[in-house]
């Protein structure tokens, strides 16, 4: 909740970028997307996704470590590449290449090779992102429950839209029962 928050407050901020006298305005890298793969849309939903990665942390041991990765294309079509932060590899990962188990949700389990000095999985995490058909966008939770084991869990960008316009049109219906003058046109308008 507090990394939201932050978030949002910095959002408003000016922001130095490395070099003396100049500042810009912080934005979030979905809205400054080169190539535009990520629909505004998409980016308005990160966070209610970002408080579904949250929930689950805080629902099944927020006293794992714990990170959250959203999927680029590099993650799900182009590579299949799952980088870490170095500083989490550091402190929780083995010192050399070894194999990392991925258990999913339903408690399948997938083998992925980790290299220490890429700070990611390699080998076995293409067929896990093909297997889950994960899309740009989706939010994965990894815990962290043995040496080399991550329980890894989806938050699906599409069932966050699809939640998003069935409670808009649920609220649009709402507001015409309760004022059955809204959404029609005037005599005078037609």
Known sequence: MEMVQEERAMMGKNMTNGRLGRARLWRPSWFCSRKGSLSLFIGLSKYPLMEQAKKIIADHGSELPSLTRTMSRSNVAKGFWMYFPRSFCKLHLPENDATIILE???????????????????????????????????????????????????????????????????????????????????????
Not at 125 to 141: A, E, M, N, T
Request: include cysteine; proline fraction near 2%; charge should be neutral.
């Open 104 to 190: 999913d949700e339903a408690g399948e389990e997938y083998e992925t090779n980790f290299l220490v000095n890429r700070s990611g999985l390699s080998a076995g995490w293409r067929k896990f992102s093909l297997d889950h058909q994960l899309k740009v966008g989706d939010i994965l939770v990894f815990l962290l429950v043995g040496p080399c084991k991550f329980k890894v869990f989806i938050v699906r960008v599409e069932n966050t839209i699809e939640d998003d316009v069935a409670g808009c049109l649920l609220d649009l219906r709402d507001s015409r029962r309760k004022n059955p003058s809204l959404g029609r046109r005037s005599s005078r308008e037609q």
